[in-house]
């Protein structure tokens, strides 16, 4: 079983960390693929248009997980929590516009939300079973996971107050990561089914597992597009042979290599305006978050720091508080 495909099925922050330092760090290599780019953002929001998108982060720069918010000019950044304890598994949802995180913070470890007007976190629940990290639906009323009973590891779904839970696969593989599609009907996930990691998706409210990348390569880490129709994941298949960000449509039918790095780039997140995509790349040495374009084109490097950065995931800049 590959390392990269349990990147995001930890609870605890230490092994998740750990896991992500396992993948081999290569220096000197040069960059395949679309060009880097000095600033692909430069200008386009110098006229004072409208608030240039904005990222929340995990980052061990200060020597434990915390939570950080910046914006792609890289001109604005803030540090969003503060607890001795890591935080770490940030996604946003739209329906209650609140950022849900996992913390190891004591006494009450778990699934915690807070608003950027207040900076308050609130406990919602334990992870349930202490399992992988938690996925809100875009509505906020429910939650996705992968829970490991009977000795392996499928997708649930339930309320925030644990309440109603959904078995939706049932396979003697593992399934994890979840990754709800925009309008809360579908889940992709990654699962080993195959004998190696495919990225499926699945009605959330009853239907068949479709793979939609069979491929014999790992193929990790789905995030869909804003608006539904398209899916990011990373994978080892070829050219790169190292983890690599592609992208397909939501059947499967076309697949498109977005990074051929010597390195390692990992768990991509479209923006909310479907404009650019972050993803977290280990090219420079260690680990950072980079954006680029849908088309893999301006690759540009968004922090800066000796800690770990990464598993960014997009917010609504004009709901941040800088």
């Known amino acids: 079983m590959i390392t990269t495909a349990r990147l995001s099925s930890r609870t605890n922050a230490t092994v998740y960390l750990t896991l992500l330092a396992?993948?081999?760090?290569?220096t000197g290599m040069g960059c395949g693929g679309a060009p880097l780019e000095d600033d692909p953002t430069a200008g386009v929001w110098a006229e004072g248009g409208e608030a240039p998108p904005a990222f929340v982060f995990m980052s061990e720069r200060t020597g434990q997980g915390d939570l950080y918010v910046m914006d792609i000019s890289g001109s604005r950044s803030r540090r969003l929590t503060f607890a001795p304890e890591p935080d770490y598994g940030p996604r946003w949802a739209n329906g209650p516009e609140l950022l849900y995180f996992l913390s190891d913070r004591r006494p009450e470890p778990g699934f915690y939300r807070m608003s950027f007007e207040k900076d308050t976190a609130v406990f919602v629940g334990r992870n349930p079973e202490g399992n992988a990290a938690p996925r809100p639906s875009p509505d906020g009323e429910w939650i996705a996971y992968a829970a490991g009973?009977?000795?392996?590891?499928?997708?649930?779904?339930?309320?925030?107050?644990?309440?109603?839970e959904r078995r939706i696969t049932s396979h003697e593989s593992d399934d994890g990561q979840p990754a709800w599609s925009p309008d809360g009907q579908t889940l992709a996930f990654t699962s080993f089914r195959d004998r190696n990691s495919e990225v499926y998706t699945i009605d959330v409210w009853g239907g068949t597992p479709r793979n939609i990348t069979r491929n014999r390569s790992n193929d990790t880490n789905p995030s869909w597009s804003p608006d539904g129709t398209r899916i990011l994941f990373d994978s080892t298949r070829p050219p790169g042979g190292n983890p690599d960000i592609f992208v397909t449509d939501r059947l499967g039918t076309t697949v498109r290599?977005?990074?051929?790095h010597g390195n390692v780039d990992l768990i991509a997140s479209w923006s909310p305006d479907g404009a650019w995509i972050t993803f977290q790349s280990s090219r420079d040495g260690d680990w950072e978050v980079y954006v680029m374009r849908p088309d893999g084109s301006g690759?540009?490097?968004?922090?800066?720091?000796?800690?770990?950065d990464g598993d960014a995931h997009w917010v609504p800049a004009d709901k941040v508080r800088w």
């Open 22 to 26: 396992a993948v081999p760090v290569l």
């Open 299 to 308: 690759q540009r490097r968004l922090t800066h720091s000796r800690g770990f």
């Open 149 to 164: 009973r009977n000795g392996n590891q499928d997708i649930f779904v339930s309320r925030l107050d644990g309440t109603g």
């Open 257 to 260: 290599n977005l990074t051929n």
